[in-house]
């Protein structure tokens, strides 16, 4: 023996015969296209966002943001570096070809005296 409720504001009593077992529309409405595209695009934002990491193997987008800033500081090491080479290849063809700077090496390196230059030695006493 069923028993009459009264309506809810929805329309349909509250003993309806309508579970969410047998039609599933039922508890969360009916599946729209803009439903459908609204989940594609739920599960696609939190792939992009490598939540799934563990699960897919998919980096996502905060992987490759990171990824980003470490390659961006990469060339910027590497530009360095290529400024550093350039800079000691001008010092090496200076070494191999200026007399000026090869004296001023040898005097600064070795301790060489020019042939018109004074020493002059001075010790403390003690």
Do not use: C, H
């Not at 990171?66 to 200076?94: F, N, V, W, Y």
């Not at 700077?101 to 006493?125: A, C």
């Amino acid at each position: 023996m069923r028993t009459s409720v009264p309506p809810y504001p929805g329309g349909r009593s509250y003993g309806s015969s309508v579970t969410a077992s047998s039609n599933p529309s039922a508890l969360w409405g009916a599946l729209t296209p803009r439903r459908l595209w609204g989940g594609v695009f739920l599960v696609w934002s939190l792939i992009l966002t490598g939540i799934f990491s563990q699960i897919l193997g998919s980096p996502g987008l905060i992987q490759y943001w990171e990824l980003k800033d470490l390659l961006a500081q990469r060339a910027g090491d590497a530009q360095q570096l290529e400024l550093g080479i350039q800079t000691l290849a001008e010092a090496q063809a200076a070494l191999e070809n200026d007399p000026i700077t090869q004296k001023r090496e040898i005097r600064r390196v070795l301790g060489f005296v020019g042939e018109d230059e004074i020493v002059f030695e001075f010790s403390d006493p003690k």
